[in-house]
């Protein structure tokens, strides 16, 4: 009977030396993982935001001094930050600041809330924002989020 332990217990040993070659040590390890992201939802959301780079509205000066904005056709979560980044670019406009909102074609509660922070901040430091034209699909989605008064959106043109 101690002779089968003992075969037993080699047999372990044999095993668990070979499991330790098979697998390099740590250093190895971090060595040989992959250090690009991999394929899949990763590589989506980096050509996704480079679309997003390429329709970033830009903002233009106007005769009178104020600048105007041009709102891309979706102004959804995935163009939320393109959309801050070209509104802030107008936050140090001291005159008026037109927004042009005839071409959007899709706005979700992501582009109402940043549109709506932005009006806030230049309504706090007492600079004018006017819009130059809105699209149904603006009115009609403020209204349903209740943010038609922050958006200040009854005395505009359509």
Known sequence: MQDSDQQAAKA???????????????????????????KGKATAAR???????????????????????????HCTIHEAASLRSSLLSLMDAADSVQLDAGALEQIDAAGIQVLAAFLRSRRRDGAKVVWQSHSTVLADASRRLGADELLELNGSRE
Do not use: D, F, I, Y
Request: hydrophobic content about 30%.
């Open 47 to 73: 050509r996704s935001n480079a679309r997003t780079r390429l329709r970033q509205p830009a903002a233009a000066p106007h005769e009178n001094g104020s600048r105007a904005l041009a709102l891309p056709a």
């Open 12 to 38: 372990v040993v044999r095993k668990r030396t070979r499991s330790r070659k098979a697998s390099p040590p740590p250093a190895e390890q971090a060595e040989a993982r992959p250090t690009s992201p991999p």
